[in-house]
């Protein structure tokens, strides 16, 4: 019995959990987050590429594929392998870049040229919304 009630809270929780952040975050804020945080490596217009890669069309694009810009290995095989980004997968990927590659490519030795880490969870939140708005 008690089984029974534990299965099916964990099954309400695992709902709202899946039906929980890609939608919930605040673009304005994410705009000043980008610009504080994401905008000295990462241009938004198309084809400009600084340290990182243009953002410009991210979403729904394959991870590792701007034209003339130069990355890690691991990026172009997740790529390969059917890595293309989403809200949710920026969301995560944000949290610690190098970390995310090595789960994606199932490599323990995967390499991430993106240092930066945004660790609050909102803000990785916000900046993916608005991230979106811009694509
Ligand atoms: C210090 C520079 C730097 C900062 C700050 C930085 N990035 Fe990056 N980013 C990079 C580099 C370099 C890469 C490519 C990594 C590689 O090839 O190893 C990258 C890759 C990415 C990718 C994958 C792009 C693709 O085409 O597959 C996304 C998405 C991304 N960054 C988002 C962000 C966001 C959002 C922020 C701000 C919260 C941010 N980055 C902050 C340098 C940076």
Known sequence: MIKAISFALSGVVALLVAAG???AGDAANGESIYKKRCKACHAIAPGKNRVGPSLFGVLDRQ?????????????????????????E?????????????RKVTGNKKAKSK?????????????????????N
Do not use: C, H
């Open 89 to 101: 997968k920026i969301i995560e990927y944000l949290a610690n870049p190098k970390k995310y590659m």
């Open 21 to 23: 952040p890609a939608t």
């Open 63 to 87: 991870a590792g594929t701007v034209p003339k810009f130069k990355y890690s290995k691991s990026y172009i095989e997740a790529g390969e392998a059917g890595l293309t980004w989403d809200e």
């Open 114 to 134: 993106m240092v930066f880490k945004l660790k609050k969870e909102a803000e990785r939140q916000d900046v993916t919304a608005y991230i979106v708005t811009i």
